[in-house]
């Protein structure tokens, strides 16, 4: 079955609604140059999820530089994803449109800009997204205490783009 959405980068005229589906979907949210930075400097990995015409969510990622290869793995890790926001529409939940946009991103970060691996911060509450993050190999490597603003703790997740198919 064709999925009832598609996938496109962003432009500066979906702003509107991709800030509208941020404030409806999130707690957290950013001001309109947050958005456009973003845009501005990754527009590969700023991706939307549109339905006949409206936005049904969103991706917005930064690629972050690693260490500088020293010869030994730990330090080794070059480029770096960072999933910073996704957002879907609570009406177009559980259609694969979450799925879809980071699959996307992910494809963007190492092809497009040669990231290694790709990291995100998720509310512990969020069990439908923390199992969406797994469903695509996303491993939990720590739980930061206090992490977000209402002081809610949150899981850093991690997933090495060499293994990704």
């Given at each position: ?48 999820a549109e339905r006949d ?113």
């Amino acid at each position: 079955m064709e999925p009832r959405f598609t996938l496109r980068r962003f432009k500066p005229e979906d702003l509107d609604q991709v800030v509208y589906t941020n404030q409806a979907s999130l707690p957290e949210n950013y001001s309109d140059g947050f958005f456009m930075d973003l845009y501005e400097r990754f527009p590969e990995t700023f991706i939307v999820a549109e339905r006949d015409g409206t936005i049904a969510g969103y991706i917005m990622c930064r690629i972050e530089g690693g260490f500088p290869s020293l010869g030994f793995r730990p330090f080794n890790t070059g480029k770096k994803g960072h999933i910073i926001s996704i957002a879907v529409l609570p009406e177009h939940r559980r259609k694969g449109v979450g799925r879809a946009l980071v699959n996307e991103a992910l494809r963007a970060m190492s092809d497009r800009y040669g990231a290694k691996s790709c990291y995100l911060e998720v509310r512990t509450s969020n069990r439908s997204a923390i199992d969406l993050y797994r469903k695509e190999g996303f491993q939990i490597e720590r739980t930061v205490r206090g992490y977000y603003s209402d002081g809610e703790d949150a899981h850093i997740m991690s997933l090495s783009l060499d293994l990704k198919g």
